[in-house]
């Protein structure tokens, strides 16, 4: 985990310096206790603050809750997207998750700490003070994508009041699936799982919004949800191919590439073509490309289809894993 903890004392520091090798993290003090091997906080805390937040997938103040809730304040944009922040006294007694529990990690990051530091970690969150399940902590530990978090209360909610297996007479539920269908609760939270492999291959200085364009109508005549895209795949020589880069960075996905011969040397019935062959060393490459990326035991869901100068293939993976 990327981890900055920020300490303010002589004390805290020597706590942070106790944390650093456990966590893998960068430690930064206020200009008049930095020495070597410390980052420094400045122009201000909340200036460093904001050029961190971005950066880190955890933030950690030792020091008072208030120092840290002053300093994220102004910086806090959406559970979907925001570090862990945790607070830990100086003395080391107690962590204190302040901000993304369950999507960030804080909650399980705090356990964490505070059995590095025999200290006690304190939840304030329902669902845990409560042993029950978090949807939106699962759906990060299992590498699914939330399409509508705003859910996410309700499913919480109706836990909470007892309906702890929701079934189809309940107001909310949680559906776990790559595939877009009827929504099976009054209020449905869509987790959608990362195990889909884009294929494509297209002429060169194809155009960006059109590659999204094709893509798109592609993934819907094939009933699945973009979110659940694991990787776009393609050959090697289309590895600087700006509509496949910018798609790729639009969703949030890696853009895997590869050589010719390994392409070739995948098993299995393809669509071949001797002119694509001919210019790029492959009887074909949106099949191909898919396959590999999926990985040992991949299904080749969706067969080559071709728009204007492009060509796409789905894939999905063997199995449903964890966070990757």
């Known amino acids: 985990?990327?981890?900055?903890?920020?300490?303010?004392?002589?004390?805290?520091?020597?706590?942070?310096?106790?944390?650093?090798?456990?966590?893998?993290?960068?430690?930064?003090?206020?200009?008049?206790?930095?020495?070597?091997?410390?980052?420094?906080i400045s122009p201000s805390l909340s200036e460093w603050t904001g050029k961190?937040?971005?950066?880190?997938?955890?933030l950690i103040f030792i020091g008072a809750c208030g120092i840290a809730v002053r300093a994220v304040a102004s910086h806090v944009e959406s559970k979907l997207s925001d570090p862990a922040v945790i607070v830990i006294d100086e003395a080391g007694k107690f962590v204190i998750p302040i901000l993304s529990g369950h999507i960030g990690g804080a909650n399980e990051l705090a356990r964490k700490i505070a059995c590095c530091l025999h200290a006690q970690a304190v939840i304030t969150t329902a669902t845990d003070i409560n042993n029950l399940p978090a949807v939106d902590e699962w759906a990060v530990k299992n590498n699914c994508a939330i399409e509508n978090p705003e859910a996410i209360k309700r499913v919480s909610g109706a836990l909470l009041e007892g309906?702890?297996?929701?079934?189809a007479c309940c107001a909310a539920g949680v559906a776990v699936t790559c595939e877009e269908i009827a929504a099976p609760f009054p209020v449905t939270l869509w987790l959608r799982p990362r195990v889909l492999v884009l294929g494509a291959g297209c002429n060169r200085g194809v155009n960006p919004a059109e590659f999204e364009s094709c893509a798109m109508d592609f993934l819907k005549g094939a009933g699945v949800s973009v979110l659940s895209l694991k990787a776009l795949a393609s050959i090697d020589i289309k590895k600087s191919e700006p509509a496949l880069v910018s798609f790729a960075e639009r969703h949030n996905i890696p853009f895997m590439t590869f050589a010719a011969n390994e392409l070739q040397a995948v098993q299995g019935k393809f669509t071949g073509s001797e002119q694509v062959r001919k210019f790029t060393g492959t009887d074909n490459v949106c099949e191909r490309a898919s396959v590999l990326a999926a990985g040992e035991g991949a299904v080749l869901m969706r067969s080559k289809?071709?728009?204007?100068?492009?060509?796409?293939?789905?894939?999905?993976?063997?199995?449903?894993t964890g966070k990757e």
């Open 1 to 40: 985990m990327n981890t900055a903890i920020a300490a303010f004392t002589n004390k805290g520091i020597a706590l942070a310096q106790r944390l650093k090798e456990y966590l893998d993290a960068g430690v930064f003090v206020p200009e008049r206790l930095a020495h070597d091997g410390l980052g420094v």
């Open 52 to 58: 961190v937040f971005h950066e880190v997938s955890a």
């Open 163 to 167: 309906w702890a297996v929701p079934t």
């Open 305 to 320: 289809c071709v728009y204007d100068g492009i060509t796409f293939a789905l894939s999905r993976c063997a199995i449903m």
